[in-house]
Structures are given as structure tokens and as C-alpha cells.
């Protein structure tokens, strides 16, 4: 079938004469694959259709927070009911304790938390506590490794410790106090603590690694961390906004049996809304104002939609057999990529935890930033036009992951396959 994409040229070409770049998220834009961005008019289920009634079947899912699909009738009929008695308060409502203690309830290491606006906001606010708990200023986070665009964590290595910006904008004054090691590198981690003595805060990670491709922690690596931060006075803190209740039901300590002082979270937990928290030990978020000294603060925190979409979205997830049933057909859809690859014999990595997963284009094994690098950027980028051709709406970066959802079935996956197949022949 071969795609027309005339209305979304059209609504390009007028995004970008107000909003830069044509988006609100550079990502979005296409960038990394190039050709121009598909202007999305809905979605149901795991489908959804541009403004030219192409459908497709969604592997993005807003980069990740629908986990039960788009438009799932029960996350809209909480939505409406919460609408109609309002948008927002600024002042407490119920459905703010009601996800606070699902949420606390679902992760053993979480005796409290704080709801922001969103991951940005909740890795900010986190680190700002870490800072102010220990008493120190610098940071460790992980090269590749995606925390929000805050200033203070858009880095990378440098030559030796110091990191350089990763954004124009940033002074290099205010990511003096952030130190980059390679994933799955504990000796890395070891050496810059041993090099700070005292003055690490925190040490920032995704635990699975899902901004650089789809990456795993080696076996030793999460519990090398935690006790490299506990030798060192530092806090752990798992950057979750995408693995968070993705995963499994909470945090993915109850898979890796690491638990860290303060998880980040989002995505999944605001059901498509916009959202972000940040909980840890009691002692810990005790220091928020305005029970403790630490400032932080947001207009539309908490809001009832946000939380409404959430609460719902957290009940279906309890249902039994959700999570078997997502990594069911997440490994369905990558055993047959793989041998999809291997039969065009077509060079590829692939890299999957739960419902989430990546193709890498590389004949590497993948093990950190450097490794993801080693893919081939315009191989993917063939293979994610292919698809998109084919009806398949593929993450447009090699370093994004791609997502399941509860409303992506087996012939959804089949259909997939048959797709991948041609593609990867073609290639
Ligand atoms: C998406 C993401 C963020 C940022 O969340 P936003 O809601 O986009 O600000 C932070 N950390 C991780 C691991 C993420 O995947």
C-alpha cells in the first residue's frame, strides 16, 4: 500500500511557521529518519490514523505512556466524569491520595510521594531533595542515559570527569556538579566516587535503559550500584518515568530486587495525561516543603484529570495476567524479528524487556551508549519507512524504544512480521 501523506505536508508546513521545528518535541520531527512528520487525528486501540486516514498500527504509544492502548473506554469515561466537575482546583482533592497511595502501595521502597507535571519535573524535584538530604551537589548519570531536558542533566562525557552541555544554553557552570559514566560500568562509577569522596549526591539511572535503545542492566550492575551509593553516602535514585509500572506492576525493584532511595515516575502512571511524581523513604520526602525546606511547587500538580486517568489506568493494570500477557507477545513479536533478520541476513541486535524493545542495526552486542552507537542510523531509518509504508508507526530514532499495549493482539503481531519480513529483504 503505498501511503499518501498530502494534509500532513499541508499541517507541517503550517505548524512550523509557529512553533519551531514544526513540533513540540524535537523528536517528533523526524529528524533521525527523515521525511516529514504524520499529523495524528486519532487513535483507538493500538491503531491510530493521520489526517489522511492512513491507519497504522502503533508501536509508540506516545513514547510509552498507553499502555493500555488509545482511547481505552475506561480511561475516557473517567476522563468525562472528572470533567464535568472541573478542571482544576489548586487545592486538594481526593484522587490525589487515592493514586498516591496506589502508587505507594505497588512500591515497597515508596512510603511517600510528590506529583508533578511531569518526568522533567519529577527527575528535577528528585534531585534537588537528593542535594539537599546528603548535603552534597554532584551527580552521576549514565552516558545515554535520558532524564528530562532539565539544564543540570543535559550532559555528556567529556575528556576525564568533567561533562560538556548537551544543549546551547546550559552553562557549563551549571553541569559542574554532573559526572557521566558508561552503562553497565561499575568500576566507572567506582573510580569517579572514589575521585568525589563525599560530595556525590545521587546517583541518577534508568534501570533499564530505554532512551539509548532498549538496554539491560548486566546482573551486577543495579545491585552494584546500590551498594556503591550506600558505601558512598550517596542516594540511588532510579529514573522510572518510563519503566514505572511498565514493566510490572510498580517498580521494577520487585524484578531486579534493588531498591533504591527515590523513584522517578510518569508516563504510564498519568494514563496519557500529562504527569510526573517523585517518592522514596519517608524520612526523605519529609524534607518537601512545606513539611520540610526544600521548595517545589507546580500550579496544575496533581490535577484530576491526571489523576483520574491514572487511577483508572492502575486498576486495569491489576488485573491478573496483564503483565504475562504483554511480555507473551512481546516476545512473540521479537522471536519472529529475529529470525525475520536472520533469514535476509540483515545484521541486527535485539534488545527487549517486558513490552518494550528495540532492533538495533548492528552486528554488536549492546551494552551501553557506545555499543547503540555502533548501529546503522540509515539502516533503521530505511526499515522505519519501510513499516511506516507497510501501516507499521515505528519509533523515528534508532535510539527510541518501541512499545506494546494491552490492545495489540497476535494478528497485530502477524501483521508486523509480514511487514518486517519485506523490509528487511528490501533493505
Ligand atoms: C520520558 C522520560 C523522561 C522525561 O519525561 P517528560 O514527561 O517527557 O518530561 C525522563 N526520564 C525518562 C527515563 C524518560 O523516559
Same mark, same amino acid.
Given at each position: 500500500?503505498?501511503?499518501?501523506?498530502?494534509?500532513?505536508?499541508?499541517?507541517?508546513?503550517?505548524?512550523?511557521?509557529?512553533?519551531?521545528?514544526?513540533?513540540?518535541?524535537?523528536?517528533?520531527?523526524?529528524?533521525?529518519?527523515?521525511?516529514?512528520?504524520?499529523?495524528?487525528?486519532?487513535?483507538?486501540?493500538?491503531?491510530?490514523?493521520?489526517?489522511?486516514?492512513?491507519?497504522?498500527? +502503533?508501536?509508540?504509544?506516545?513514547?510509552?505512556?498507553?499502555?493500555?492502548?488509545?482511547?481505552?473506554?475506561?480511561?475516557?469515561?473517567?476522563?468525562?466524569?472528572?470533567? +464535568?466537575?472541573?478542571?482544576?482546583?489548586? =487545592?486538594?482533592?481526593?484522587?490525589? $491520595?487515592?493514586?498516591?497511595?496506589?502508587?505507594?502501595?505497588?512500591?515497597? !521502597?515508596?512510603?511517600?510521594?510528590?506529583?508533578? /507535571?511531569?518526568?522533567?519535573?519529577?527527575?528535577?524535584?528528585?534531585? %534537588?531533595?537528593?542535594?539537599?538530604?546528603?548535603?552534597?551537589?554532584k551527580?552521576v548519570?549514565?552516558?545515554?542515559?535520558?532524564?528530562? !531536558?532539565?539544564?543540570?542533566?543535559?550532559?555528556?562525557?567529556?575528556?576525564?570527569a568533567?561533562?560538556?552541555?548537551?544543549?546551547?544554553?546550559?552553562?557549563?557552570?551549571?553541569?559542574?556538579?554532573?559526572l557521566v559514566a558508561?552503562?553497565?560500568d561499575?568500576s566507572y562509577v567506582e573510580s569517579l566516587l572514589k575521585a568525589y569522596p563525599?560530595e556525590v549526591?545521587?546517583i541518577?539511572?534508568?534501570?533499564?535503559?530505554? /532512551?539509548?535503545?532498549?538496554?539491560?542492566?548486566?546482573?551486577?550492575?543495579?545491585?552494584?550500584?546500590?551498594?556503591l551509593?550506600? %558505601?558512598s553516602?550517596a542516594?540511588?535514585?532510579?529514573?522510572?518515568?518510563?519503566?514505572?509500572?511498565?514493566?510490572?506492576?510498580?517498580?521494577?525493584?520487585?524484578?531486579?530486587?534493588?531498591?533504591?532511595?527515590?523513584?522517578?515516575? @510518569?508516563?504510564?502512571? @498519568?494514563?496519557?495525561?500529562?504527569?510526573?511524581?517523585?517518592?522514596? %523513604?519517608?524520612?526523605?520526602?519529609?524534607?518537601?516543603?512545606?513539611?520540610?525546606?526544600?521548595?517545589?511547587?507546580?500550579?496544575?500538580?496533581? /490535577?484530576?484529570? =491526571?489523576? !483520574?486517568?491514572?487511577?483508572?489506568?492502575?486498576?486495569?493494570?491489576?488485573?491478573?495476567?496483564?503483565?504475562?500477557?504483554?511480555?507473551?507477545?512481546? $516476545?512473540?513479536?521479537? %522471536?519472529?524479528?529475529?529470525?525475520?533478520?536472520?533469514?535476509?541476513?540483515?545484521?541486527?541486535?535485539?534488545?527487549?524487556? @517486558?513490552?518494550?524493545?528495540?532492533?538495533?542495526?548492528?552486528?554488536?552486542?549492546?551494552?551501553?551508549?557506545?555499543?547503540?552507537?555502533? $548501529?546503522?542510523?540509515?539502516?533503521?531509518?530505511?526499515?522505519?519507512?519501510?513499516?511506516? /509504508?507497510?501501516?507499521?508507526?515505528?519509533?523515528?530514532?534508532?535510539?527510541? =524504544?518501541?512499545?506494546?499495549?494491552?490492545?495489540?493482539?497476535? +494478528?497485530?503481531?502477524?501483521?508486523?512480521?509480514?511487514?518486517?519480513?519485506?523490509?528487511?529483504?528490501?533493505?
Amino acid at each position: 500500500m503505498a501511503q499518501q501523506f498530502v494534509a500532513s505536508r499541508k499541517l507541517f508546513e503550517e505548524a512550523r511557521k509557529y512553533i519551531p521545528g514544526g513540533v513540540n518535541s524535537p523528536v517528533r520531527a523526524f529528524g533521525a529518519v527523515g521525511g516529514e512528520p504524520l499529523f495524528i487525528k486519532q487513535g483507538k486501540g493500538c491503531r491510530i490514523w493521520d489526517e489522511d486516514n492512513n491507519e497504522f498500527i +502503533d508501536y509508540v504509544l506516545s513514547f510509552g505512556p498507553l499502555i493500555l492502548g488509545h482511547a481505552h473506554p475506561e480511561v475516557t469515561s473517567s476522563l468525562r466524569s472528572a470533567l +464535568d466537575k472541573g478542571t482544576s482546583f489548586g =487545592a486538594p482533592t481526593r484522587w490525589e $491520595s487515592t493514586l498516591a497511595r496506589m502508587i505507594c502501595e505497588a512500591i515497597p !521502597s515508596m512510603d511517600m510521594v510528590r506529583f508533578v /507535571n511531569s518526568g522533567t519535573e519529577a527527575v528535577m524535584s528528585a534531585i %534537588r531533595l537528593a542535594r539537599a538530604f546528603t548535603h552534597r551537589d554532584k551527580v552521576v548519570k549514565f552516558a545515554g542515559g535520558y532524564h528530562g !531536558s532539565s539544564d543540570g542533566l543535559l550532559a555528556h562525557a567529556g575528556s576525564g570527569a568533567t561533562a560538556l552541555p548537551d544543549s546551547q544554553g546550559v552553562p557549563s557552570s551549571y553541569i559542574q556538579h554532573t559526572l557521566v559514566a558508561p552503562y553497565n560500568d561499575l568500576s566507572y562509577v567506582e573510580s569517579l566516587l572514589k575521585a568525589y569522596p563525599e560530595e556525590v549526591a545521587a546517583i541518577i539511572v534508568e534501570p533499564v535503559a530505554a /532512551n539509548m535503545g532498549i538496554i539491560l542492566p548486566q546482573p551486577k550492575f543495579l545491585p552494584g550500584l546500590k551498594e556503591l551509593a550506600r %558505601r558512598s553516602g550517596a542516594l540511588l535514585i532510579f529514573d522510572e518515568v518510563v519503566t514505572g509500572f511498565r514493566l510490572a506492576y510498580g517498580s521494577v525493584q520487585t524484578l531486579y530486587h534493588v531498591s533504591p532511595d527515590l523513584i522517578c515516575l @510518569g508516563k504510564v502512571i @498519568g494514563g496519557g495525561l500529562p504527569v510526573g511524581a517523585y517518592g522514596g %523513604r519517608r524520612e526523605i520526602m519529609e524534607m518537601v516543603a512545606p513539611s520540610g525546606p526544600v521548595y517545589q511547587a507546580g500550579t496544575l500538580s496533581g /490535577n484530576p484529570l =491526571a489523576m !483520574s486517568a491514572g487511577i483508572t489506568t492502575l486498576k486495569i493494570l491489576q488485573e491478573p495476567g496483564v503483565y504475562q500477557k504483554l511480555e507473551e507477545m512481546a $516476545s512473540h513479536l521479537t %522471536r519472529g524479528l529475529s529470525k525475520e533478520a536472520r533469514e535476509a541476513d540483515v545484521p541486527v541486535f535485539l534488545s527487549r524487556a @517486558g513490552s518494550m524493545l528495540t532492533v538495533f542495526f548492528t552486528d554488536q552486542e549492546v551494552t551501553d551508549y557506545e555499543t547503540a552507537r555502533s $548501529s546503522d542510523l540509515k539502516l533503521y531509518a530505511s526499515y522505519f519507512h519501510h513499516l511506516l /509504508n507497510e501501516g507499521i508507526y515505528l519509533p523515528p530514532s534508532q535510539f527510541e =524504544a518501541q512499545f506494546l499495549s494491552l490492545a495489540h493482539g497476535e +494478528d497485530e503481531i502477524e501483521i508486523t512480521l509480514r511487514a518486517a519480513r519485506k523490509a528487511f529483504r528490501e533493505l
